[in-house]
Nanobody, 116 residues
Framework: QVQLVESGGGLVQPGGSLRLSCAAS????????MAWYRQAPGAEREFVAL???????NYADSVKGRFTISRDNAKNTVYLQMNSLKPEDTAVYYC??????????WGQGTQVTVSS
């Protein structure tokens, strides 16, 4: 029923930029928190950034000052603008949404590779 479709991943050189998108469909109520997580090979999934329904944001220390999360409630979409990318940002990035009921959903993941 509820689906999160991610896009925007790809290969970029160190110092470059990418913008990820995650569009939610099938939701029957407003979304509370929209967030991004990432998982590098052999590592556990880690928090990257979140944005609340009133647009308050929170970032992992590793991405502060470089990444910006935003949302378009009319489009049920969350974005992650990633600037000054580093090789250590290489990971599969996953969109996550939490409803006001605390029910949550995950996107399929999109690969971000930062390499020269």
């Amino acid at each position: 029923q509820v689906q999160l479709v991610e896009s925007g991943g790809g290969l970029v050189q160190p110092g470059g930029s990418l913008r990820l998108s995650c569009a939610a469909s099938g939701t029957r109520s407003r979304i509370n928190i929209m967030a991004w997580y990432r998982q590098a090979p052999g590592a556990e999934r880690e928090f990257v950034a979140l944005i609340t329904s009133d647009s308050s944001t929170n970032y992992a220390d590793s991405v502060k000052g470089r990444f910006t999360i935003s949302r378009d409630n009319a489009k049920n979409t969350v974005y992650l603008q990633m600037n000054s990318l580093k090789p250590e940002d290489t990971a599969v990035y996953y969109c996550n949404i939490k409803m006001f009921t605390t029910t949550q959903y995950w996107g399929q993941g999109t690969q971000v590779t930062v390499s020269s």
